[in-house]
C-alpha cells in the first residue's frame, strides 16, 4: 500500500510528556535532545552509553542513593530537582566524602508539561554545579496518567573518603558539643503550608542546599575532633540525635532555649500543633564535636552563610544512654522521642 | 534563639513561672488534686514539665477533654464503613485519621483506595462538595464545644446553599455533663478544675456556677501556656486554701462569663442536646450535640444507613479510668507495654493531647 502523500505524519513537538518519551524511540531521542541534554551536558553524559565510566581519587568510596518523590513538586525555595541533587550530595558529605558523581533516574507521569521537566532539569543542572557533582548517567521511564504524582527522581552518587577521616554515628563520646548548623523545620513547613487545603499563607521558604563545601571546610580544619555529622531531613533534629544516641549508646541533652526556630515556622507550626524538632530540613547539619573544639567549629560553621544561625545545642552524656533529653524553658526534663510518623494537624 | 512571639511568650516566660510556681508552694498548706479538663492542657504540662516542677503536695490528674480519645468506638467504625464506600470523599481533622477502630484506622481505609482527605476547617470540606458534585462527601465533625460552632455553621452554610452531596458524621460532646459525672463517681478524687479554655470561650463560665456549687468544687477556665496553666493552678489551690467553691475565670483575655453569642446562637440552630456515649466511660445523658430535624438530611449515618454498627473495646484498655481521673496512664497493666503509640488500644495512646500519649512521649522515666 502506498502512504497518500496528504497521509499525516506523526506529531514530533509535544507540550506534554508522553507514553512514547520513555518507550526508547524516537521520541525518546527527541526529549533527550530538548530537554536532558542542554542542561546536563558533560564528557560521561555526552557518550550516550549505558554506563558511565570512571576513575575515582584513591581513598575509601562512599556510595547513597535516595528516591525523591515530593509534593507539590515546586515548592517555595526550590523544587524536586535540586533536592534531589542536594540530598544525595548531602547524604554523601556528612559521611566525610567529597561528592563526586551523581546518576540520575526519572519516573515521569504521562502529561507532565515538557516546561516543567525541564525547570526541574535546569535546576538539577544548576545544583550539581554549585556543589561541584557531575551527572554522569541517567534513565527516563514513563508511566501512565495516574500512576505517579507527577515526577518521581532517584538519584545515586559516589564520593571519596579522604585519608584519616572517620565519620560515624557510633563514634559519640560523652561530652562532645553537638552543634545545630541553623534554624528548625524550614523545609518541613514550606512544604506542608504550600500543599493544597491549607488556607493560610506564609513567607517560610525551604533550606534545600548542597553541605558540602561546609563539611570540606570543617573536616580540613578538624580532621579528628569531628566525631558525626547527620542532616536531619526526615523526623527532624529529634529523629536525628535520637539515631545518634542509640547508635553510639549514649545519652544527648539539649535545651529548649537554644533551638533556633524561624518567626514564621514556630507561627505555622504552633497553629497546627506540630513539633519544629519533628519536622524535615533539607539544608542543616547536625555535628558531634571534641568538647575542646566546639568553639572552633562554631566559628567555621558561622562563617558560612548556611551556617550563619549555627548554636551549641547540647551535648553528649553517660547519663541515659539511647536517650535524648530536652532541658525545658523551667528547667524541667523531657524525653525527646522519634516522631511516630506522618505529622497529623490536632483537632483543636 | 527563638525569636519573641507575642501573645506566646508573654505566657512562657520563665521568670513568670518561677514566682507563680513559688507562690503555690508558699499557698498549698495541705494536698490536693486538681483536674485539668483539656487535653491541649494535659499536653502543655507534660510537654514543659510542669508536673516535675509543682511541689508533691499537688496533684494533676488529667481529663476527659481530648476530642480524638472520647469519640466511641462505634463512631470509628462508622467512619471506616462510609469512607471505604466508592462513591465517597471522607473529610477528617488529621488526628483522627490515626484513631484504631477495631481492625483499622482511616489510613488503612485510604492505602486501600478509599479517598479520606485531611481538613483544617469543616468549611473546606463543603469546598470539597461543591467542587466535586458527583461525589458524596462527609465531615467527621468530632469534638467538644470548641469545635462545634464550625461544623455547625458548615451544616447552616449546606443548607442554604442547597448542597444535596454533602453530610457529617457527627460525634460531639460537651464539657460539662463529663464533670458531673465524674463528680458523682463514688472513686472520685477531684478537688478542684481547671477548666477548658477554649470551651470557656465558646461556651462562657456560666453553665459550671451551679456545677461548683452543687458539688462543693472551685473551678477555674484557664489558658493552655505554662504561665496560664500556673496561674490556675495557684487560683484553684488558693480557692481550695480557702474553701471557696466558686468559678473564678484566669484566662481572661479569652474567656468571659457569657463566651460567645454568635457562636452560641448558630450551635443552638443546628444542633440539639442528646445523650452521647464516651469512648472508655460510656453513654452520659444529655453529653452530646446532635443535628436538629431540621438538617437531619445532611445526618450521614442517616444517609449511609450505618446508626447500626456496633463495636467492642479491647478487655485491656482502661483508658475509661485515665479520662476520669481515677488512674494515671503508667499505672495501667499495659502502658508501653501491650499499648504503645505505634500500637494503641485505645485512643488516649493515639491522640498527640490524650494523656497516655502525653506520659509515653514526654514521661517515660528520666534517670
Same mark, same amino acid.
Given at each position: 500500500?502506498?502512504?497518500?502523500?496528504?497521509?499525516?505524519?506523526?506529531? +514530533?513537538?509535544?507540550?506534554?510528556?508522553?507514553?512514547?518519551?520513555?518507550?526508547?524511540?524516537?521520541?525518546?531521542?527527541? @526529549?533527550?535532545?530538548?530537554?536532558?541534554?542542554?542542561?546536563? #551536558?558533560?564528557?560521561?553524559?555526552?557518550?550516550?552509553?549505558?554506563?558511565?565510566?570512571?576513575?575515582?581519587?584513591?581513598?575509601?568510596?562512599?556510595?547513597?542513593?535516595?528516591?525523591?518523590?515530593?509534593?507539590?513538586?515546586?515548592?517555595?525555595?526550590?523544587?524536586?530537582? /535540586?533536592?534531589?541533587?542536594?540530598?544525595?550530595?548531602?547524604?554523601?558529605?556528612?559521611?566525610?566524602?567529597?561528592?563526586?558523581?551523581?546518576?540520575?533516574?526519572?519516573?515521569?507521569?504521562?502529561?507532565?508539561?515538557?516546561?516543567?521537566?525541564?525547570?526541574?532539569?535546569?535546576?538539577?543542572?544548576?545544583?550539581?554545579?554549585?556543589?561541584?557533582?557531575?551527572?554522569?548517567?541517567?534513565?527516563?521511564?514513563?508511566?501512565?496518567?495516574?500512576?505517579?504524582?507527577?515526577?518521581?527522581?532517584?538519584?545515586?552518587?559516589?564520593?571519596?573518603?579522604?585519608?584519616?577521616?572517620?565519620?560515624?554515628?557510633?563514634?559519640?563520646?560523652?561530652?562532645? #558539643?553537638?552543634?545545630?548548623?541553623?534554624?528548625?523545620?524550614?523545609?518541613?513547613?514550606?512544604?506542608?503550608?504550600?500543599?493544597?487545603?491549607?488556607?493560610?499563607?506564609?513567607?517560610?521558604?525551604?533550606?534545600?542546599?548542597?553541605?558540602?563545601?561546609?563539611?570540606?571546610?570543617?573536616?580540613? /580544619?578538624?580532621?579528628?575532633? @569531628?566525631?558525626?555529622?547527620?542532616?536531619?531531613?526526615?523526623?527532624?533534629?529529634?529523629?536525628?540525635?535520637?539515631?545518634?544516641?542509640?547508635?553510639?549508646?549514649?545519652?544527648? /541533652?539539649?535545651?529548649?532555649?537554644?533551638?533556633?526556630?524561624?518567626?514564621?515556622?514556630?507561627?505555622?507550626?504552633?497553629?497546627?500543633?506540630?513539633?519544629?524538632?519533628?519536622?524535615?530540613?533539607?539544608?542543616?547539619?547536625?555535628?558531634?564535636?571534641?568538647?575542646?573544639?566546639?568553639?572552633?567549629?562554631?566559628?567555621?560553621?558561622?562563617?558560612?552563610?548556611?551556617?550563619?544561625?549555627?548554636?551549641?545545642?547540647?551535648?553528649?552524656?553517660?547519663?541515659?544512654?539511647?536517650?535524648?533529653? +530536652?532541658?525545658?524553658?523551667?528547667? #524541667?526534663?523531657?524525653?525527646?522521642?522519634?516522631?511516630?510518623?506522618?505529622?497529623?494537624?490536632?483537632?483543636? | 534563639?527563638?525569636?519573641?512571639?507575642?501573645?506566646?511568650?508573654?505566657?512562657?516566660?520563665?521568670?513568670?513561672?518561677?514566682?507563680?510556681?513559688?507562690?503555690?508552694?508558699?499557698?498549698?498548706?495541705?494536698?490536693?488534686?486538681?483536674?485539668?479538663?483539656?487535653?491541649?492542657?494535659?499536653?502543655? %504540662?507534660?510537654?514543659?514539665?510542669?508536673? $516535675?516542677?509543682?511541689?508533691?503536695?499537688?496533684?494533676?490528674?488529667?481529663?476527659?477533654?481530648?476530642?480524638?480519645? *472520647?469519640?466511641?468506638?462505634?463512631?470509628?467504625?462508622?467512619?471506616?464503613?462510609?469512607?471505604?464506600?466508592?462513591?465517597?470523599?471522607?473529610?477528617?481533622?488529621?488526628?483522627?485519621?490515626?484513631?484504631?477502630?477495631?481492625?483499622?484506622?482511616?489510613?488503612?481505609?485510604?492505602?486501600?483506595?478509599?479517598?479520606?482527605? %485531611?481538613?483544617?476547617?469543616?468549611?473546606?470540606?463543603?469546598?470539597?462538595?461543591?467542587?466535586?458534585?458527583?461525589?458524596?462527601?462527609?465531615?467527621?465533625?468530632?469534638?467538644?464545644?470548641?469545635?462545634?460552632?464550625?461544623?455547625?455553621?458548615?451544616?447552616? $452554610?449546606?443548607?442554604?446553599?442547597?448542597?444535596?452531596?454533602?453530610?457529617?458524621? *457527627?460525634? $460531639?460532646?460537651?464539657?460539662?455533663?463529663?464533670?458531673?459525672?465524674?463528680?458523682?463517681?463514688?472513686?472520685?478524687?477531684? $478537688?478542684?478544675?481547671?477548666?477548658?479554655?477554649?470551651?470557656? !470561650?465558646?461556651?462562657?463560665?456560666?453553665?459550671?456556677?451551679?456545677?461548683?456549687?452543687?458539688?462543693?468544687?472551685? %473551678?477555674?477556665?484557664?489558658?493552655?501556656?505554662?504561665?496560664?496553666?500556673?496561674?490556675?493552678?495557684?487560683?484553684?489551690?488558693?480557692?481550695?486554701?480557702?474553701?471557696?467553691?466558686?468559678?473564678?475565670?484566669?484566662?481572661?483575655?479569652?474567656?468571659?462569663?457569657?463566651?460567645?453569642?454568635?457562636?452560641?446562637?448558630?450551635?443552638?440552630?443546628?444542633?440539639?442536646?442528646?445523650?452521647?456515649?464516651?469512648?472508655?466511660?460510656?453513654?452520659?445523658?444529655?453529653?452530646?450535640?446532635?443535628?436538629?430535624?431540621?438538617?437531619?438530611?445532611?445526618?450521614?449515618?442517616?444517609?449511609?444507613?450505618?446508626?447500626? %454498627?456496633?463495636?467492642?473495646?479491647?478487655?485491656?484498655?482502661?483508658?475509661?479510668?485515665?479520662?476520669?481521673?481515677?488512674?494515671?496512664?503508667?499505672?495501667?497493666?499495659?502502658?508501653?507495654?501491650?499499648?504503645?503509640? !505505634?500500637?494503641?488500644?485505645?485512643?488516649?495512646?493515639?491522640?498527640?493531647?490524650?494523656?497516655?500519649?502525653?506520659?509515653?512521649?514526654?514521661?517515660?522515666?528520666?534517670?
Amino acid at each position: 500500500m502506498t502512504i497518500a502523500p496528504t497521509c499525516p505524519t506523526p506529531i +514530533m513537538q509535544h507540550e506534554t510528556v508522553q507514553m512514547a518519551h520513555g518507550a526508547g524511540g524516537r521520541l525518546s531521542q527527541v @526529549i533527550m535532545q530538548r530537554v536532558f541534554m542542554p542542561h546536563l #551536558s558533560n564528557a560521561f553524559l555526552d557518550l550516550l552509553d549505558d554506563q558511565a565510566k570512571l576513575d575515582l581519587p584513591s581513598g575509601r568510596t562512599a556510595f547513597t542513593t535516595d528516591t525523591y518523590v515530593v509534593s507539590p513538586v515546586f515548592f517555595p525555595g526550590g523544587n524536586i530537582g /535540586e533536592l534531589a541533587v542536594n540530598g544525595t550530595v548531602n547524604d554523601l558529605a556528612v559521611g566525610g566524602a567529597r561528592p563526586l558523581y551523581l546518576s540520575a533516574g526519572f519516573v515521569l507521569e504521562e502529561g507532565l508539561l515538557l516546561a516543567e521537566l525541564e525547570t526541574i532539569v535546569r535546576s538539577m543542572a544548576e545544583a550539581a554545579r554549585r556543589a561541584g557533582v557531575m551527572i554522569v548517567t541517567g534513565d527516563t521511564k514513563v508511566v501512565g496518567k495516574g500512576q505517579c504524582d507527577r515526577i518521581f527522581i532517584n538519584t545515586s552518587g559516589i564520593g571519596v573518603i579522604r585519608e584519616g577521616v572517620d565519620l560515624s554515628c557510633r563514634n559519640l563520646k560523652a561530652g562532645d #558539643s553537638i552543634i545545630l548548623s541553623g534554624t528548625v523545620g524550614d523545609h518541613g513547613m514550606a512544604i506542608m503550608t504550600s500543599r493544597e487545603g491549607l488556607s493560610f499563607h506564609s513567607r517560610i521558604t525551604s533550606d534545600c542546599a548542597a553541605l558540602n563545601g561546609m563539611i570540606a571546610s570543617m573536616l580540613d /580544619e578538624l580532621p579528628c575532633a @569531628i566525631h558525626a555529622m547527620r542532616d536531619p531531613t526526615r523526623g527532624g533534629v529529634a529523629a536525628t540525635l535520637n539515631e545518634l544516641a542509640s547508635s553510639s549508646s549514649v545519652g544527648i /541533652e539539649i535545651h529548649e532555649s537554644t533551638i533556633p526556630v524561624k518567626p514564621d515556622v514556630r507561627g505555622a507550626c504552633e497553629l497546627l500543633g506540630i513539633d519544629p524538632l519533628h519536622v524535615a530540613n533539607e539544608g542543616k547539619l547536625v555535628v558531634a564535636v571534641a568538647a575542646d573544639n566546639a568553639k572552633q567549629a562554631l566559628d567555621l560553621i558561622r562563617s558560612f552563610d548556611l551556617g550563619r544561625d549555627a548554636v551549641i545545642i547540647g551535648s553528649v552524656v553517660d547519663d541515659h544512654p539511647d536517650m535524648v533529653v +530536652m532541658r525545658t524553658l523551667y528547667g #524541667s526534663r523531657r524525653i525527646i522521642d522519634l516522631p511516630l510518623g506522618e505529622q497529623l494537624p490536632r483537632i483543636c | 534563639m527563638p525569636t519573641p512571639m507575642r501573645y506566646i511568650d508573654e505566657y512562657r516566660d520563665p521568670g513568670l513561672a518561677r514566682k507563680l510556681l513559688d507562690e503555690i508552694r508558699r499557698k498549698a498548706t495541705r494536698r490536693w488534686t486538681i483536674m485539668e479538663i483539656c487535653g491541649g492542657q494535659t499536653h502543655s %504540662i507534660l510537654r514543659n514539665g510542669l508536673d $516535675q516542677l509543682l511541689p508533691e503536695s499537688i496533684e494533676l490528674v488529667h481529663g476527659p477533654g481530648c476530642p480524638v480519645c *472520647v469519640t466511641p468506638l462505634e463512631s470509628i467504625e462508622r467512619a471506616l464503613a462510609i469512607a471505604a464506600r466508592e462513591e465517597v470523599i471522607f473529610t477528617s481533622f488529621g488526628d483522627m485519621l490515626r484513631v484504631p477502630g477495631n481492625a483499622k484506622d482511616l489510613f488503612m481505609v485510604r492505602s486501600t483506595g478509599g479517598d479520606v482527605r %485531611i481538613v483544617f476547617s469543616p468549611l473546606d470540606a463543603l469546598q470539597i462538595a461543591r467542587d466535586n458534585p458527583s461525589k458524596e462527601v462527609v465531615f467527621f465533625a468530632v469534638g467538644f464545644e470548641t469545635t462545634a460552632p464550625a461544623n455547625a455553621m458548615v451544616v447552616w $452554610q449546606a443548607a442554604r446553599e442547597g448542597r444535596e452531596n454533602f453530610s457529617v458524621l *457527627v460525634s $460531639q460532646v460537651m464539657v460539662p455533663p463529663a464533670m458531673r459525672t465524674i463528680l458523682s463517681s463514688p472513686g472520685n478524687r477531684v $478537688q478542684g478544675f481547671l477548666a477548658a479554655g477554649h470551651v470557656c !470561650a465558646v461556651m462562657g463560665y456560666e453553665e459550671y456556677e451551679p456545677v461548683a456549687r452543687e458539688f462543693h468544687v472551685p %473551678i477555674v477556665p484557664t489558658g493552655f501556656e505554662p504561665v496560664d496553666l500556673l496561674a490556675g493552678i495557684l487560683k484553684t489551690v488558693e480557692l481550695l486554701e480557702e474553701g471557696r467553691a466558686e468559678v473564678v475565670n484566669r484566662y481572661g483575655r479569652v474567656v468571659s462569663r457569657e463566651g460567645n453569642p454568635v457562636a452560641r446562637e448558630i450551635m443552638a440552630k443546628v444542633f440539639e442536646v442528646i445523650d452521647r456515649p464516651w469512648r472508655g466511660i460510656g453513654m452520659i445523658p444529655d453529653s452530646g450535640l446532635g443535628l436538629r430535624e431540621a438538617f437531619a438530611r445532611f445526618d450521614a449515618e442517616k444517609k449511609f444507613h450505618v446508626s447500626n %454498627i456496633c463495636a467492642r473495646e479491647s478487655p485491656l484498655c482502661m483508658s475509661g479510668s485515665v479520662l476520669q481521673g481515677m488512674l494515671k496512664p503508667d499505672g495501667c497493666p499495659a502502658f508501653a507495654k501491650e499499648c504503645t503509640p !505505634a500500637h494503641p488500644l485505645g485512643a488516649t495512646m493515639v491522640s498527640s493531647e490524650g494523656a497516655c500519649a502525653a506520659y509515653y512521649n514526654y514521661h517515660t522515666t528520666v534517670s
